[in-house]
């Protein structure tokens, strides 16, 4: 059975909780395009997270605009549509981070 998104983004917060970061749900009124998740861990290390389901999801032009301007401004910024992707971004080193996407 194919994973929504939802199931992905449930993960994705609850390996935030368990490293004792927090994942803000982002809905900010009047912008499009701005990223799902907003992650914070100590470090500090603040995230960006554009979640798409596994089969099918797309990203916008408007969400590639806003992951250059995030990453022009020092922010990390990923796309995520598995676990796997998830789990790599919780453990995976500096380097491993910058180069994804």
Same mark, same amino acid.
């Given at each position: 059975?194919?994973? *929504?998104?939802?199931? #992905?983004?449930?993960?994705?917060? +609850? *390996?935030v909780e368990v490293l004792g970061g927090v994942? #803000? &749900?982002?809905?900010?009124?009047?912008l499009r395009g701005v990223p799902d998740r907003l992650i914070v861990l100590s470090g500090p290390r603040v995230v960006f997270v554009e979640l798409k389901r596994p089969a099918g999801g797309v #990203?916008? &032009?408007?969400?590639?605009?806003? *992951?250059?301007?995030?990453?022009?401004?020092?922010c990390e910024h990923?796309? #995520? &549509?598995?676990?796997a992707e998830v789990d790599a971004l919780m453990g995976g080193t500096q380097?491993?981070? +910058?180069r994804q996407d």
């Open positions: 059975m194919a994973q *929504r998104e939802a199931s #992905i983004e449930e993960y994705l917060r +609850q *390996r994942c #803000i &749900k982002l809905s900010p009124v009047g #990203i916008s &032009k408007l969400q590639h605009w806003w *992951r250059a301007r995030l990453l022009a401004l020092g990923h796309f #995520i &549509k598995t676990r380097d491993e981070r +910058q």
